[in-house]
């Protein structure tokens, strides 16, 4: 079965850092992309950052430019996502999703911050900056 288990969420003050961690499970992992939604209190879910490791591409949304870094470790099947200076606009739940980037020989580039491009989901983890 695939897993995907997110972990590393917490409280902080705003201006701290946290890494989140996403192991994954039950898949190729070097043959998928993984990205990183988040859900904030009363808004829908959006796409925050993902990483291919078929082809080691990086995607962020604006708001996290500069702040986010997410980094994959194969040996580990393990995606990370670090955090700096963290605001409170970043409250939400993280979650971690996985999408196959490899169809036969052919590389496919699944759209980063889409929801429906992506076929398994952790469970989230609640990050909580405080002013």
């Known amino acids: 079965d695939v897993q995907l288990q997110a972990s590393g969420g917490g409280l902080v003050q705003a201006g701290e850092s946290l890494r989140l961690s996403c192991v994954g499970s039950?898949?190729?992992?070097?043959?998928?992309?993984i990205g990183w939604f988040r859900q904030a209190p009363g808004k829908n879910r959006v796409g925050v950052s993902a990483?291919?490791?078929?082809?080691?591409?990086?995607y962020y949304t604006d708001s996290v430019k500069g702040r986010f870094t997410i980094s994959s470790d194969s040996a580990e099947n393990t995606v990370y996502l670090q955090m700096n200076n963290l605001s409170p606009e970043d409250t939400a739940i993280y979650y971690c999703?996985?999408?196959?980037?490899?169809?036969?020989?052919?590389?496919?580039?699944?759209?980063?911050?889409?929801?429906?491009?992506?076929?398994?989901w952790g469970r989230g983890t609640q990050v909580t900056v405080s002013s």
């Open positions: 990483i291919s490791n078929v082809e080691g591409i990086t």
């Open positions: 039950g898949f190729t992992f070097n043959d998928y992309q």
């Open positions: 999703a996985a999408t196959s980037a490899r169809v036969g020989d052919a590389i496919y580039v699944p759209l980063f911050d889409k929801e429906y491009e992506y076929d398994y």
